[in-house]
């Protein structure tokens, strides 16, 4: 009954709101008057007499007619036709249109409520003829209906995803996001449902939230098996109903490694060879294991875990290529051992407890033969240390080097001595046993040590510097006491007028070139020759010192100016060995303190001075600036003008030069141009210039001459050929050969004008062959430009 009730009661409410909004019927409202007080007249005032809800449209729509939307209507509307209804507002009379006498509201076109979901209009009731407003202005809403008219679309058009392999069911991988534009609030048109359409049975996708997951365990997620997927997500809005529209996006997920596979050698047994000569630290070779992992999973260590060569071989890891590199760790020897066998080991560096065991490894055989090689002789020691007394005689052998042949065949060994380490040949070495003598004296004083190189290289190998072997000889020469001891410095000490018996004078010390075990002990005493009537005495302080001491008193400067004391030095070695010094003493005034007075000017002048050998190389560098000047001086003096020729023995060609430019062909002043047009007048005065003239010779009878022909018709071949006898001819002339320059071409000359003004320009080919007419003298100009000419055109 309860149920009948409630039912009735919603169909009658149903009703009444749809009369309302869809009718879009007016609601009336009282007027009211209202008195007013201030013109106390009785005014009257109604208000709106309409207004309207929200109106509803629904979106795209398709129809060719106007959509109607609904009806406005004012209690002021009697029917009579004199109520106008006016719109305005967003889109009015172009969106929306109104029917001025009904009141009916229609939409021009379709509307897309995404791009805009409602439009704000106004209407008003106007008197039709006045247009007098007959109510107030009224705001009312128009609403699109959504309708499902967008399908879902992803933030991203593909997403790109990672998960480590191995991982369990149900492993977070990533999220999609899918967005409607249709309205949440109506319907289910953007209420959306995820599902995978395509990356079954490999992941999964949660239909609310779009969380991808992965679908299977981890033995099925391998990386090695399959490392990438791609996997179609689809977004349904409708709540995934059927009739919802669709959205995809592809998600690309790749499997990221993790450390679940041990390394493996590629082979078990490996084998390698390496000559005996290796050195160590050399590379023997390489071998190989693969990890199915990548990166930081894929990294190896190998290391040596047996065999017999465990101590002579090493192995490292290339980080690059995760190669094994064997190694020499230790000198190898064909002749003591062949071959070794190694046991390789090798494991992950960073191994995952998770999937795989800490002691997961995989050992290999390694097998490496040595080969022999022609070795150089060896030494039995690295570097020998020999000892021999300074005065060892020429020939004692002071010890000596030993080498062997480590091949099989043990070849006999010849030793030499680097003379490098041994320049002045000081010791020699037998060729056949090593032993090493002395080729020269020693001394130890002069060097102490010597150290030379001893060679040892094959009989059958004295030509091949590679099959040599060296080794260091260290020499120590022992000291024997073959030196005298000497005062150590030169002592000029001073005593007073007024010394007393037995006072000190002076300190002395001694020095010796020698170095005994013990140390030097000196021991001084006063020459014999020193000792008759002596005026000092030499006592020994036991500390290779001793003092001078005055055996007399009032020493006079003018009877005797200086004393000198001869004081013998010996050493406490066997031999023994004793040297005599002399000191020079010198007598001088003192103060009553013992001050000297009289000789300290000339001390502190002799101690200040210069000494004799400076004194000497000052005066020959004096000496011989002297010598210089006067040299230069005398080159100077000395120095005269060389004569035009050198030697009568001179037969070559000389040429005068006189310096004279002039001013060109066109200067007439420079010098007398009638000369040159007259010859004749200048052959009375015409000397050599080129010779110093002489006294002796007689004057030269007067030489026949032709009378030569005018300027204008002379031919320089006959003005030459004149000129030439007239040299020939003349007694004066040296017999050697000169250059004379005439400086006259004359009229009509083969060569033409040697001026540059009147030259020819061209540089076509000339025969220069008639140059060799001209005689012998001329010859050697025609073979010169014809030589040239044909070179250039060559």
Known sequence: MRTWIVLLLWACAHKTVNAVALSRGPVRRKTKEIEGQEDKELLRRSKRGWMWRQFFLQEEY??????????????????????????????????????????????????????????????QAVNKKTGVPLEPETEFIVKLHDINDNEPKFDKEVYTASVPERSHIGTYVTQVTAQDADDEMFGYSAKLAYSISQGHPYFSVEPNTGIIRTALGPSDMDREQREHYQVVIEAKDMAGQKGGLTGSTTVNISLTDVNDNPPHFTQSIYQFSVPELTNVGSSVGRIEAVDADVGRNAEMDYTVVGGDGLDVFDISTDRKTQEGILSVKKPLDYEKKKSYLLQ??????????????????????????????????????????????????????????????????????????????????????????????????????????????????????????????????YIRVLDVNDNPPMLASFYETFVCENAKVGQKIQTISAVDLDDPVGGHRFLFSLAPESSVRANFSVRDNGDNTA????????????????????????????????????????????????????????????????????????????????????????????????????????????????????????????????????????????????????????????????????????????????????????????????????????????????????????????????????????????????????????
Not at 64 to 88: F, R
Not at 376 to 393: G, M, N, R, W
């Open 62 to 123: 398709t129809g060719t007619e106007h959509q109607y939307i609904g009806k406005l209507h004012s209690d002021m509307d009697k029917g009579d036709g004199t109520v106008m209804y006016v719109l305005s507002g967003e889109g009015a009379g172009t969106i929306f249109v109104i029917d001025a006498s009904s009141g009916d509201l229609h939409a021009t076109r379709s509307l897309d409520r995404e791009e805009k979901p409602f439009y704000s209009l106004r209407a």
């Open 344 to 473: 390789i080991k090798v494991q992950n560096m960073h191994p995952d407890p998770r999937f795989l065991s800490l002691d997961a490894k995989d050992i290999a055989t390694v097998r490496i033969s040595i080969e022999d090689v022609d070795e150089p002789p060896q030494f039995q020691k690295v570097s020998y240390i020999l000892e021999v007394k300074e005065d060892a005689a020429v020939g004692t052998v002071i010890g000596s080097v030993s080498a062997v042949d480590p091949d099989i065949r043990r070849s006999p060994v010849k030793y030499s001595i680097d003379r490098h380490t041994d320049v002045d040949r000081v010791f020699g070495v037998y060729a056949g046993n090593g032993s090493i003598f002395l080729q020269r004296p020693l001394d130890r004083e002069e060097f102490a040590w010597h150290n030379i190189s001893v060679i040892a290289t094959e009989f059958r190998h004295l030509d091949n510097p590679e099959q040599t072997s060296r080794v260091p000889v």
């Open 547 to 794: 003092g001078i001491f005055t055996r007399r008193s009032g020493f006079g400067r003018m009877h005797k100016s200086t004393h000198l004391v001869a004081v013998v030095i010996s050493d406490g070695t066997f031999p023994m060995q004793s040297s005599t010094g002399t000191l020079t003493v010198r007598v001088c005034t003192c103060d009553r303190d013992g001050n000297m007075e009289m000789c300290n000017a000339e001390a502190l002048t002799s101690s200040a001075g210069l000494s004799t050998g400076a004194l000497v190389a000052i005066l020959l560098c004096i000496l011989i600036l002297l010598l210089i000047v006067v040299l230069f001086a005398a080159l100077k003096r000395q120095k005269k003008k060389e004569p035009l020729i050198i030697s009568k023995e001179d037969v070559r060609d000389n040429v005068v030069s006189y310096n004279d430019e002039g001013g060109g062909e066109e200067d007439t002043q420079a010098f007398d141009i009638g000369a040159l047009r007259h010859p004749e007048a200048m052959e009375d005065s015409k000397m050599r210039r080129d010779i110093l003239p002489s006294e002796s010779l007689y004057p030269p009878p007067p030489l026949r001459r032709t009378i030569v022909p005018s300027r204008e018709n002379t031919d320089v071949l006959d003005f030459i050929n004149q000129r030439v006898q007239e040299n020939d001819g003349n007694p004066t002339a040296p017999p050697y050969d000169s250059l004379a320059t005439y400086a006259y071409e004359g009229n009509g000359s083969v060569a033409e004008s040697l001026s540059s003004l009147g030259s020819v320009s061209s540089e076509g080919a000339q025969d220069y062959n008639y140059l060799s007419e001209w005689g012998p003298r001329f010859r050697k100009l025609a073979d010169m430009y014809g030589g040239e000419d044909s070179d250039w055109d060559s």
